[in-house]
């Protein structure tokens, strides 16, 4: 495994960025499955079921919690970074096609339980919604988006294993907490649409989703998992991805 994949500084960097605001990573030889190391059998890996596009707000792409940023994008509706700074289990990997080859996950982002201080604690402890996330900022393909791999966990006491259907719950939770409603996961299709505001320290966030299919596939092939994830017959993951356009819809009298 390499370093872990660097934030983009700036969306001036970005170039070519196609309308959807994302590269496939399968175009150039990446993958929508994450790397988790020591799976049996060997090779399983994670859903990178949700996408940040890099057409969003160049603010919402900058991986910080100042000035409207990524990570007070996700305080915004209950997510926090781990507990105490501390991270906690392995790392996993990802190759987004951009050029930087695999690369660790930047960062894992837990469910807060409300409390933005102490609450991902909470989470490490008790389970819970949390996604690791990667950015595609690379030479061959500089979407500047954000990559992320959502799920819900079992508790500590069980390992954090995925709770039954966890990768389709656990990506249509975090959708239903920045919408306010309900997402109906057996009802989806590639046609489906959402939208919602969420708020954190004087910042609105206006997001928009489409659920998108041909991403990944519907399918235990290849899940982490897989054995206990997929219910009622049904495969481990859906094969759609929520994919995410971010503004922000007001600041603070006082930022610039």
């Not at 500590?156 to 975090?174: A, F, Q, S």
């Not at 649409?193 to 998108?212: A, E, L, P, R």
Request: net charge negative; hydrophobic share 30%; glycine share 12%.
């Amino acid at each position: 495994m390499n370093h872990r994949r660097l934030p983009p500084s700036s969306l001036s960097k970005r170039s070519n960025v196609p309308p959807e605001g994302y590269f496939n990573p399968a175009d150039k030889g990446g993958s929508m499955l994450t790397k988790v190391p020591g799976t049996f059998p060997a090779g399983l890996g994670e859903p990178l079921n949700a996408i940040i596009t890099g057409n969003s707000d160049e603010d919402v792409l900058k991986d910080t919690e100042t000035d409207g940023g990524l990570r007070n994008y996700f305080l915004s509706f209950g997510y926090s970074s781990e507990c105490l700074g501390q991270h906690l289990g392995d790392d996993q990997a990802a190759d987004l096609g951009d050029g930087h080859g695999t690369l660790n996950e930047t960062a894992v982002i837990r469910w807060n339980y409300g409390d933005p201080q102490l609450g991902s604690c909470q989470e490490t402890v008790k389970g819970g919604g949390h996604f690791r996330y990667w950015v595609q900022n690379g030479p061959e393909a500089n979407s500047g988006a954000i990559f992320l791999a959502v799920s819900y966990e079992m508790p500590l006491e069980k390992h954090h294993d995925i709770v039954p259907n966890g990768y389709n719950l656990g990506r249509d939770w975090m959708i239903g907490n920045i919408t306010s409603q309900p997402i109906p996961t057996d009802q989806l299709t590639n046609t489906s649409t959402y939208s919602g505001q969420t708020s954190f320290n004087g910042y609105t966030y206006q997001t928009d989703i489409k659920y998108v299919s041909g991403l990944l596939s519907n399918s235990s092939d290849g899940i982490n998992h897989y054995l206990t994830v997929g219910v009622d017959g049904k495969p481990a993951i859906d094969g759609l991805v929520a994919v995410m356009q971010v503004k922000i819809a007001s600041r603070p009298a006082s930022s610039s």
